[in-house]
């Protein structure tokens, strides 16, 4: 006879927490959404896309045209090249069009987003990495890079295939080379001529997780496991781990080295990046402590919760390891991902001379940890292995954070006290008023299900909205800058381009020109114009241009004259030698100068 005390009927009667989502445990079958994750929100910032002073600085160089961007000649040539040459490769291949600029940087961010599902779903399961990529599509920071035309997801990509290529080779080989070590070292070579220094990154992570290779799980039998010591098998992980390492710098190494005998001062020019002009357009230069704490507070924005509980669940896991080791171990590269990635994105924070795009890359290095630990606690939430009161508080502060920083000042963290803020608070405030009654009023079980269901599914819709509305609009001068574009790409076949104005004209405006008809004769004039500064043979003199036909006098090929802030009266040396300006684009007002294309022709017989 077998005698239960009330205390344990009470226990047995209290029904069992269920699975908030059970359709997520056939997430498998989910996959081909992972597609129209990877390119279906890349495409809100690919046709919102103009081009920028940031786009017109990387597309000068990459066009060959750096000395027109100043005396930073050496800090272009001492950054890793492949994003360059792949950059320049597809559109020759693409042709030049309106947003052909950042087609590399959409397709990067869309092949990172499925590695990154195909990474998450090989060490963990298709749950956690659905909900990995879904967070990741939507998230701003991802999305607002795809307008960087030096597309930073490209060398995040080829981390993402070390780790995968490095860990997948300690849980299922046994010996120390494998093809899965070597695609990840070619990934690391392929990471340093893309990333820089985004590939000493990966490796220091990466050194610092097999610290302690006795806790590393392995897919392998047990008796398999058994069969090599303990001191074998560490010496056997960081045997990997060096072949890993040399098999990248072979790879990518050689660059490094060869530019490095060739350009004075060239690894703090590499680490840096080049030193162009002030024109971040996303990222602070100046460093200051509550800049960085706003800035990661703002980059996780409604998942701010989800980010501080997990990351407390995670590191507790960590230190106190129970369960599934495999789970742990993950967890562990996660805890050691997210502290390397914030140690250089909060270093570079000092350095004025790092460019956007490095910032960039920095950021998402560090983002893409912190959503993986967001999409494990969304996982622990949706198994019923976190608490109810624990749910309220990660819904809570999320929201919470956003009000602060939608209510404070410029760069702070101290919210202005206004009529908007308040009523935000009181409507935050009796929400959780009502959410507790509803959650005590009925049945528990049914009524703390209900309630983490809807606070689940707001969160991840508030994160959605939040991404989409993240998007750079275009600005009303880079829309007159397409409108000027779709006019000039009427006049083919053009050869030499005068650029005329009073000050030193936009970048963009430079770029337009060689972006719209190659290689051409290009000359810069501020002030009036004469006719010595057209491509003329020397030995026509202006009498003879002004009776000999178009095709006589002029090269092969037409001239153009685009006068930025410039009056016509600029001109009038050219009229006054026989030549006539045809207008070829409609005058418009581009960064409150006017802006006008005119081409040259010369007069009719007799006129």
Known sequence: MVIISDQELLQRSVEPAQDLFPVMRRAAVMSPLVALLALGPGLLAFHSYRIDELSAWFGLQCLGKAE??????????????????????????????????????????????????????????????????????????VLKQVQLIEAPAFPILFALLTIWGF?????????????????????????????????????LMLGLYILNPAELPKTRSGSEQKKAPVFKQVVRIWKSFFILAFTGFAVGGWWELMAASQIEGFWGKWFAGPGQPNISLYWKTEFYPSYFVRDIISSMGFLLGFAVFGLFHGLRRVIYPQGNMQEIAWLRLIVMWVLIGALFWWGVQYLPEMNASTRAMWKLFFIIPMLAIVAWEFQQIALRHVSYPTVLAVFTLGVLAVIFLSASHTDTLSPRISAHFLRQLIILGLSLVMVLWYSHRFKKEDGHRLVEIAMVISLSALHVVSGVYSVPKPNPAGERLLQFEHQLRLTQNVDHCLLVSKIEPPLELTFLIFYLWGNIDYKQVQGAVIPQDLNIPAEISTAVAAEKPDEENLDAGKQVIVRWGASPVSLRNLVNAGFILKPVAAPDVYKQHELQADLITNAPPGF
Request: proline share 4%; hydrophobic share 50%.
């Open 68 to 141: 027109l961007i100043g005396d930073s000649t050496n800090a272009l040539i001492s950054q890793p090249p492949l994003i360059r040459w792949m950059f320049t490769g597809l559109l020759s291949v693409i042709g030049h069009w309106s947003s052909s600029l950042v087609l590399f940087s959409y397709f990067s961010t869309a092949c990172m987003l499925y590695v990154a599902y195909r990474l998450t779903r090989k060490v963990c399961n298709p749950r956690y990495a659905l909900v990995f990529c879904f967070l990741l599509a939507f998230h701003p920071v």
């Open 167 to 203: 860990i997948t080779h300690l849980r299922s080989e046994s010996g120390i080379v494998s093809y899965k070590l070597l695609g990840g070292g070619i990934s690391l070579g392929l990471c340093l001529l893309s990333g820089g220094a985004l590939a000493l990154g990966v490796l």
